[in-house]
């Protein structure tokens, strides 16, 4: 337990830094949020006088005659009651306008992360276990170069292939526009329809892992309690499975966790380009539009979900290595 709240503290100290460069990052750019909102409603016609500027400020959270220090200390306190601010681009709430994109993007990452990490961690093993044999060098030097493409290649050629090109799958949406949100056949389907090329090429992205997987369980397969249950005849498949595997598999849950902030980052530009309605596409918008709150409020989550996910792989490795809990208790 005084493992679990040390780290818990710690991971507070550093979400509370990422939360004062979160302030102060937006402010440093070039550019007003609320003189962008100006420039925009006066191209389309619209008076601008002093008053509004000053109740917009208002609104916003920018105000010049607001010191800066005092600004900081507003927006602390608006981080935990919910109040994010609103969003200059789509002129709602920063916490309702997340919170319609992040539905989606829970969605694709969370879905990728049970596919890929299953995928990876099995084809990983299985390549250790066969290590040169010609299934392990197709597999690891296949997966090498896969992912090694760069993201936005390999989802501009996806989406022009199989999208544009052949139209097996949707060019862009959540679902069918034609269909009402509900728990049918229907819309699940058509859900998983639209899913199903950004989340291929994001699979396909993550196969480097495979590498990372392989040289753990040949690590684990030189241990002397490999070679004791090959010396006391047992079965190859539990040598490799309850042997070697569940020792391999946990550095993969700290890998996991560390790669939650490239996850959503590369999630961000799948969304862009396959015209997916999650967190990276409101995002976009957002920065084109010089939103900083919509952009604050989308960082602010993202630092949250991968400070937490470590946490939690923290909690795991403590809870699954009885090697870790016998070097901090002594």
Not at 49 to 73: D, K, R
Not at 84 to 89: A, K, N, P, V, Y
Not at 143 to 166: E, G, H, R
Not at 271 to 279: A, Q, S
Request: hydrophobic share 50%; proline share 5%.
């Amino acid at each position: 337990m005084k493992y679990i709240l040390s780290r818990f503290g710690f991971y507070m100290l550093a979400f509370m830094a990422a939360v004062t460069i979160n302030f102060f990052l937006p402010r440093m750019m070039p550019g007003d949020p609320i003189q962008s909102f100006l420039a925009r409603l006066a191209q389309n016609g619209g008076n601008v006088s002093p008053e509004m500027i000053a109740s917009l400020e208002a609104l916003y959270g920018y105000s010049t005659n607001v010191p800066l220090f005092n600004q900081f200390i507003t927006y602390i306190g608006a981080i935990f009651s919910g109040e994010w601010g609103m969003s200059t681009r789509f002129f709602a709430p920063v916490f309702d306008v997340l919170g319609r994109g992040m539905l989606w993007t829970l969605l694709l990452v969370g879905v990728y992360l049970i596919v890929s990490y299953t995928i990876t961690t099995l084809l990983g093993i299985y390549v250790a276990w066969k290590r040169g044999t010609w299934a392990d060098s197709v597999i690891t030097v296949g997966s090498v170069i896969i992912s090694s493409t760069p993201s936005v290649v390999m989802a501009l050629a996806m989406y022009f292939l199989f999208a544009s090109n052949l139209q097996w799958f949707p060019t862009g949406y959540a679902y069918d526009p034609q269909l009402d949100p509900a728990l049918s056949f229907e819309f699940i389907g058509s859900v998983m329809h639209h899913i199903a090329l950004p989340l291929t090429c994001m699979v396909a992205l993550g196969m480097g892992n495979v590498m990372g997987m392989r040289s753990n369980m040949i690590n684990q397969l030189g241990e002397d309690f490999i070679v004791m249950g090959w010396a006391k005849g047992v079965k190859d498949d539990k040598v490799m499975l309850q042997y070697g595997a569940r020792n391999a598999v946990l550095p993969m849950i700290t890998t996991f966790a560390m790669s939650i902030g490239g996850i959503f980052g590369g999630s961000l530009i799948i969304e862009i380009i396959f015209n997916y309605p999650g967190l990276g596409q409101i995002t976009y918008q957002a920065i084109l539009a010089r939103d900083y709150p919509l952009v604050q409020g989308y960082l602010l989550i993202m630092t949250a979900m991968v400070l937490g996910a470590n946490f939690i792989a923290d909690c795991l490795l403590f809870v699954l290595d009885p090697r870790l809990r016998t070097e901090l208790e002594q």
